[in-house]
């Protein structure tokens, strides 16, 4: 596996920097019309009246579509399938209200000027009822959820009780992290065209098979008939892995003015109808020994949904299995609000849980007057604690040591408030970093073409993360290829099925698909070389032949050599044609898959303002085989940016009053800008997971940002001695509190 782990290029980087690539919203269609979302204005109640008169008289427009005139939809517009795919959408097929911000109506027209002042021209009267937007009044109404994302709502381990009459100390503790949006740069986007049964979709969408089926069960039509394209994403974050309301809307509007439709959200539009980070209340109760081992731990986690589905930040889940701690309780509640459905975002539970858990282990770190590293090492979970099953691999002590050695974790002072430089206070702060190696069943076809080129495809995604490039390695290395002679195709649901692109999971599904095929695709034009008795290799032993940079040659005898185009056309001229499908086994009953990382971070505070800088972060990531050093390092800057911002910056601001976001775009809704980000040192230990797949790779795409958040606040604490235990740590919030 010689081209593994190299530090390619990205193979779509040319198209991206000189404007090439094409995203949803940019496809050319001929008699393309335009659409415009029309969002509610109250958090809940029902539509009393449209007047659509005006709008509907002004040049160009098409249609104006709401719940009086859209077309019925199958089960009233009801997901048939369970999320990411089914999510419960506003279709226009009732008057009611659910949240500020949800689809109320589309306006069609020739152009997106004439759509846009169409949509300003429809008039919607509404009769409002009391909406729940307070989380601490809703607290008093909370439910338990019914299998989380397919993960146990509680969990109980030995006896907490008896954990807690062990314990010499303990810290009792609630942390809050706020509602966050997703926030890619391009938003979503899809344009829909009909011919005859058939709709195909441009869609941004992190996942197209995913997207294709729960459109076609949406409008009851047969899977076969929907066709989702999407080559180029920029960014989704979770938020494209569910196929929302505007999708379906699109192919409605298409649908009923018989032409090809493109609707994009306007960004205001990205806080309400396609999913967030849910706010959470997290309450921790850590207990240990005098020498810092944990005897109990509990962390009771609440988070807000809707009023239409459940969906949960399940917040637990790393407590379940970062330490070792005997005595155990989880549980995961939610509050129902007038708001848009809560979603996947950025390692969503695992950010905010590993927030909640890392710093109350610095709290009790702090309260036992032991290093918080120490603290780690000293109950490091030998096995998974909840599952009671060996790690598939685990290389945290080494994350730790290395990347304590590399920050020099060493100068630490003991003290908080005890380092600083003239007005600037100091703080050094670590937290351990992981995300569960998921993989799913994953498919795709490798032909070597006449030209003696190679076309190798698979139904998965690239939404940023370099999933073409990646692949494009591991085909080329299976089949003996050079990496420019092989083209890479996804994005497109016609093509062989791979999961969502979401739970960082499509290296390690694809991966080895991408393989198998390739490596068929090889052994058949090897095999049609040794039996042509007009090529150099006939004859040769199997064991004596390879493939190298496409050409079929002996190993012994380095002169007896055959390209594939040559081998191709002597055998009628017919491309080789290999597919593969590769499924997890029953490794998921035997081992725990996990990666893990250590994230140190510091910090410098302005002792009068409270302005928080961070210099650097120093981290370090067991995270599997790496398969290309390069993109893998940015997957690990992107996720520790992200960190950045869940710490110091991102909060989605709720008017309580209306259910409306008040900083509904990108000025107000700050995330982290160059100037933000100091110095990221990032190292992969690189070791091949023996048990996940037949290349040992685990996913990237999410560890990134676990961490990142307590090892800032840990950070912030040992440099101003203030705990801020609410997201985001905000200049206000340390400010009050720092002397100068
Ligand atoms: Mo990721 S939040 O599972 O797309």
């Known amino acids: 596996m010689n081209l593994i782990g190299q530090p390619f290029d990205r193979t779509d980087g040319l198209l991206k920097v000189t404007g090439e690539a094409r995203y949803a919203g940019e496809f050319p269609e001929a008699r393309l019309a335009h659409a415009v979302l029309v969002t509610s204005t109250i958090a809940c109640g029902t539509i009393a009246s449209i007047d659509a008169a005006r709008a509907q008289a002004l040049p160009g427009v098409l249609l104006v579509m709401t719940y009086q005139n859209a077309p019925r939809l199958p089960n009233g517009g009801k997901p048939a399938l369970a999320p990411p795919a089914g999510r419960r959408l506003s279709l226009l097929q009732d008057n009611e209200v659910h949240y500020n911000n949800e689809p109320v109506a589309v306006v069609v027209a020739d152009t997106l000027e004439q759509a846009t002042d169409a949509a300003r021209q429809l008039r919607i009267a509404y009769q409002a009822s009391p909406a729940m937007l307070d989380f601490t009044r809703a607290k008093s109404n909370s439910h338990a959820p019914d299998k989380p994302q397919g993960r146990q709502t509680d969990t109980r381990r030995g006896s907490f009780e008896d954990g807690m009459r062990g314990a010499a100390v303990h810290v009792d503790v609630t942390y809050t992290t706020p509602i966050e949006h997703h926030n890619p740069m391009e938003p979503h986007a899809t344009m829909a065209r009909w011919d005859g049964p058939q709709l195909t979709l441009y869609d941004s969408t992190q996942g197209v098979s995913g997207a294709a089926q729960a459109v076609a069960k949406t409008f009851g039509i047969a899977p076969g008939d929907v066709r989702v394209i999407s080559p180029f994403v920029g960014g989704g974050f979770g938020c494209k892995g569910s196929s929302w309301s505007h999708v379906s809307l699109c192919a ?4 009923q003015t018989g032409r090809p439709v493109r609707l994009v959200l306007q960004r205001p539009q990205m806080f309400g109808p396609v999913g967030a980070r849910p706010r959470t209340e997290q309450h921790l109760v850590l207990a240990a020994r005098r020498d810092g081992t944990l005897t109990a731990m509990r962390h009771d986690s609440i988070s807000n949904t809707s009023t239409i589905e459940d969906w949960t930040e399940t917040c637990c889940m790393v407590t379940r299995m970062l330490y070792a701690v005997p005595n155990q309780i989880t549980t995961h509640r939610l509050v129902q609000l007038n708001l848009g459905t809560p979603t ?23 309260a036992l007057n032991m290093d918080p590293l120490a603290l780690r090492m000293k109950n490091h979970a030998d096995a998974d604690p ?65 030209d003696g080129t190679a076309m190798v495809a698979s139904g998965t995604q690239d939404i940023g993360t370099g999933t073409y490039t990646v692949m494009t390695q591991v085909a080329a290395d299976a089949l003996g290829f050079a990496p420019e002679s092989i083209r890479f195709a996804l994005g497109d649901s016609s093509l062989p099925r791979a999961p969502v692109s979401g739970g960082s999971q499509s290296a390690a599904s694809v991966s080895p698909a991408v393989r198998d095929a390739a490596s068929q695709a090889r052994s058949q034009l090897i095999a049609l070389a040794l039996a042509d008795q007009a090529s150099p290799v006939h004859g040769l032993a199997l064991d004596d032949v390879t493939v190298e940079n496409g050409w079929v040659m002996s190993r012994s005898q380095p002169a007896k050599r055959d390209p594939a185009a040559a081998i191709i056309a002597r055998s009628g001229g017919k491309p080789i044609e290999a597919a593969s499908s590769v499924k997890p086994g029953d490794e998921k009953q035997k081992y725990s898959f996990h990666s893990f990382g250590a994230v140190f971070v510091e910090v410098h505070v ?3 303002l409270g302005t928080i800088r961070v210099p650097r972060v120093v981290a370090v990531y067991d995270v599997g085989r790496v398969l290309n050093e390069k993109t893998a390092r940015s997957q690990m800057l992107g996720g520790i940016v992200w960190g950045v911002g869940a710490a ?36 992969f230990i690189d070791r091949p997971d023996p048990y996940i797949n037949s290349l040992g790779v685990r996913g990237i795409g999410e560890i990134g940002i676990t961490g990142v958040p307590a090892a800032i606040a840990n950070a912030v604490f040992h440099a101003t001695g203030v705990r801020v235990r609410d997201l985001p740590i905000t200049l206000d919030k340390v400010m009050g509190q720092v002397r100068v």
């Open 344 to 366: 996947f975002m950025r390692a969503p539970g695992e950010t905010t849980g590993s927030f909640a858990l890392e710093s109350a282990m610095d709290e009790l770190a702090a």
């Open 252 to 255: 409605m509007a298409a649908k």
């Open 648 to 683: 110091l910056q991102e909060e989605s601001s709720l008017d309580t009053r209306t259910g409306r976001f008040t900083n509904a775009n990108l000025a107000e809704y700050h995330v982290p800008v160059n100037a933000d980000i100091g110095s990221l040192d990032i190292t």
């Open 606 to 608: 302005d002792a009068d």
């Open 386 to 450: 909840q599952e009671n099953k060996p790690w598939s691999g685990k290389s945290l002590r080494e994350c730790y040591q290395i990347g304590a050695q590399k920050f020099g974790w060493s100068r630490r002072s003991g003290a908080p408030r005890s380092m600083r430089n003239g007005n600037t206070l100091i703080g050094m702060g670590m937290a351990t970093a992981t995300y569960p190696a998921n993989r799913s069943e994953a498919a795709a076809i490798a032909r070597i073409l006449p």
